[in-house]
């Protein structure tokens, strides 16, 4: 939100008090509280008729500093509150020296000099990362009587700022206005299915804004040089995180507010959906799955979407008995063939359904405040809101699905949850406004917790699409309404990378696209794409996408590219592991492995997947792609191309092939069954070793496919012409140098060391 009109003048009605300077200061062990006046004080009679800022400053973890600006500390405050279960009241020192305060928090230090201008500095190793300057602490009040608080922070020459979220508008978010604001608006708008008010920058630190409320953000947008946030309150309260690099942000700040959980290793496999307007009953779904296996092409999950219920009726999660007569009995059949269940629901009760007069009967439901239940036409005629502030509704709502568990149901998409009104009383009694982010994370929370209690740890599994900050904690999501374009392709892929920068280990998005359908060329290609993401769903809205129905190379291409993700199965979960305990996503935008590239802090067409493989999905008819490679050689995974940079390459690929490039020093494993995502990955995996210099070493973890853990673990070491294996692995294992072609060694089980030939 703009409060200016430009630079010297304020907007119509709008009045902004700024802290000025420090009058007075209360030192502790851990924290720091300024008292801040809006004007220099130069005598008592100007401690009179002026406000006084309280600013509290506190460490809630090593390496993250927290700054609190009161404004009337009297208001009453309402949850909900973001959990910080990583907090530690304890971290962080208070030093003093003359007029200026320190408080140090790992490398990050907070330094005040009490004796001049208002300034809040951020520091680490000697270095300024940010800074609050003398329009950087207050509060301002509009025409309509509106009470604002707001926090400035410095941007450096050549600052970047990522994050907020998932964003599908540009992936540098350097002068946007953003509204960290649940809503329904596709992947087409500046609106965002998942908000999150955190962003991180290329100068090694990261900022969290503490307000499961509205964020509006001014991202050097109002203010060239500043990112500025504000919300309608009495308080703000932010937390500034550092790295120093972009991984070590991630770390800290998932650190606070919870990492993913580990999903299930079959949902790295393909899944497949009715699509969802399209006709279809259990012979159209045996159609589907035993077209796939005619064709080779292995299928993971089969996922039911809306109209498994009936029209009028979502959500009572009752099979439609025309549709499904024997739901238990399909479900059954479909498991004989080695397939996971997904079902579509969502948070929200239709007049029409058996539940509505339940739910209102047992207030259940959301009310407005004269007691009568919200309700409108949107979606579903006459639909209410399950409030999941109430744990009665909350067993209510997953009572039903536990019956659809007992059935045989692996996972749900927990569909919806953004359009929450504000004007409404919940339960608990929270604050409207903040319940309206906050209620997908009771939503996504409640059906994840009800998964862990009845599958067990490490089986839990959605494919939601909205979330807040901490909603990574309850992965998979998945990037909501896109239409079938070249166009929607690429900002479905922005929006995933925004995401990963926002503390999100897991994303996909609908192969094909959801809106339309896609041509022949953009199913291929988009296949690619999302079977070289952390997860991969074939799904849209009034067409079907069965490979078939966009041509025989289109089997070919989701065959091969299927069995592909198989392969890299192991490599992959060795990535989730490393989101579940460091916050590190799966799909990584440029700029977080490699922060000290110039090149890469804007791009937003590729990405790393995991560790070591970098990703360049092709957006155009021709099969044109241009990308940029980082320093070294670079070794194409499906041709064996090499490409040495750092420069960018321009080529063109056909639809079996397209940049997905090998790091160099990097060693690959792949699985040997390529018919499924879960097997022993350990026995008889194969390591592609590729642009090994001399002296390079790399210790490769292949890791256990049924939960945390490692099977195997292998340290590799070149010495001149010799690579050197060992192994603690009891089961066969093969090294392959230098490409697909390049020569395989294959070792018999128990080898335990093996010195092999390495060609210059």
């Avoid at 629901?345 to 007691?371: H, K, M, T, W």
Wanted: net charge negative; aromatic share 10%; hydrophobic share 35%.
């Amino acid at each position: 939100m703009k409060f200016t009109d430009g630079y010297w003048l304020m907007r119509p009605g709008v009045t902004a008090r700024y802290a000025t300077e420090v009058a007075d200061v209360r030192a502790e062990e851990h924290r720091l509280t300024l008292y801040a006046p809006v004007k220099h004080v130069r005598g008592r009679g100007d401690t009179l008729n002026s406000p006084l800022l309280t600013v509290e400053c506190w460490s809630p973890a090593e390496g993250v500093i927290g700054v609190r600006a009161t404004h009337h500390a009297g208001s009453v405050r309402r949850g909900p509150e973001f959990a910080l279960p990583g907090a530690d009241p304890g971290s962080g020192k208070v030093h003093r020296d003359g007029d200026v305060l320190e408080l140090r928090s790992g490398e990050l230090t907070l330094r005040v000099d009490t004796s001049g201008p208002w300034r809040l500095e951020f520091t680490a190793n000697g270095r300024v990362l940010t800074g609050v300057g003398e329009r950087g602490t207050g509060f301002v009040t509009d025409a309509a009587g509106r009470h604002f608080m707001l926090g400035q922070l410095e941007l450096g020459v050549g600052e970047s700022v990522y994050g907020l979220g998932e964003r599908f508008t540009p992936f540098v978010k350097n002068g946007q206005v953003v509204d960290v604001w649940q809503a329904d608006g596709g992947t087409t708008s500046e609106q965002a299915y998942k908000n999150v008010p955190f962003h991180l920058t290329n100068r090694g630190y990261g900022v969290f804004v503490n307000h499961p409320g509205k964020v509006s953000y001014e991202v050097g947008s109002e203010s060239v040089g500043q990112v500025q946030f504000s919300v309608e309150d009495q308080t703000l309260e932010y937390f500034v995180v550092h790295g120093p690099t972009p991984k070590q942000v991630l770390e800290r700040y998932t650190g606070l507010l919870g990492r993913p959980a580990l999903p299930p290793a079959w949902a790295l496999g393909l899944w497949l959906s009715t699509s969802f307007t399209t006709d279809y009953d259990e012979a159209t779904v045996n159609r589907f799955v035993g077209g796939m296996a005619e064709r080779g092409i292995p299928l993971s999950v089969f996922h039911f979407d809306c109209f498994w219920m009936r029209g009028y009726h979502w959500s009572d999660f009752v099979w439609d008995p025309d549709t499904f007569p024997d739901p238990a009995g399909m479900l059954a059949r479909l498991k004989e063939q080695g397939l996971r269940i997904s079902l579509w629901i969502n948070p929200y009760v239709a007049q029409r359904s058996e539940l509505f007069e339940e739910g209102v009967r047992n207030g259940y439901l959301v009310r407005r405040a004269d007691g009568t239940v919200w309700q409108w036409d949107l979606w579903q005629p006459g639909m209410a809101l399950v409030d999941f502030s109430n744990p009665a509704a909350v067993a209510w709502f997953t009572g039903r699905l536990r019956r659809l568990l007992d059935q045989g149901v692996d996972c749900f998409k927990t569909d919806f949850g953004e359009r929450i009104p504000t004007d409404v009383v919940w339960h608990d009694g929270g604050d409207p406004e903040k319940m309206h982010n906050q209620y997908t994370q009771l939503y996504n929370r409640a059906v994840f917790e009800l998964l862990r209690e009845e599958r067990g740890e490490g089986e839990a599994l959605l494919f939601a699409r909205s979330a807040t900050a901490g909603g990574q904690q309850f992965p998979v999501h998945w990037g909501g309404d896109c239409e079938s374009t070249f166009n929607a392709m690429a900002e479905s892929l922005r929006g995933g990378l925004s995401l990963g920068l926002s503390g999100f280990g897991f994303w996909s998005h609908d192969i094909g696209g959801f809106e339309g359908t896609p041509t022949p060329t953009v199913f291929k290609r988009w296949v690619q794409f999302g079977l070289l993401s952390s997860h991969s769903r074939l799904h849209g809205s009034k067409s079907y996408r069965v490979p078939w129905d966009y041509g025989e190379e289109a089997v070919e291409v989701t065959r091969a590219f299927t069995r592909l993700k198989h392969r890299l199965a192991p490599y992959l979960q060795r990535a989730a592991q490393q989101a579940h305990l460091h916050g590190t996503p799966v799909m990584r935008a440029m700029v977080l492995e490699f922060p000290d590239d110039p090149a890469a802090a804007t791009l937003d067409r590729q990405y790393l997947l995991g560790d070591d493989l970098l990703v360049a999905p092709v957006f155009t008819d021709s099969g044109e792609v241009d990308y940029y490679v980082p320093e070294g050689t670079w070794t194409n995974l499906l041709t064996g191309d090499r490409v040495t940079g750092p420069r960018w390459v321009r080529e063109q690929h056909g639809f079996h092939t397209l940049p997905l490039l090998a790091r160099p020093d990097s060693v690959i494993p792949l699985a040997a069954d390529d018919s499924r995502p879960v097997s022993d990955w350990a026995d008889g995996v194969t390591l592609l070793v590729h642009a090994f210099a001399d002296g390079a070493e790399r210790t490769v973890v292949v890791p256990r496919s049924d939960g945390p853990g490692e099977s195997a673990r292998f340290h590799l070491r070149r010495t001149g012409d010799r690579l050197t294996v060992t192994t603690d692995s009891a089961a066969p294992w093969s090294v392959r140098l230098g490409g697909p072609e390049g020569p395989l060694h294959a070792r018999p089980a128990g080898t335990a060391e093996a010195e092999l030939p390495f060609p210059a």
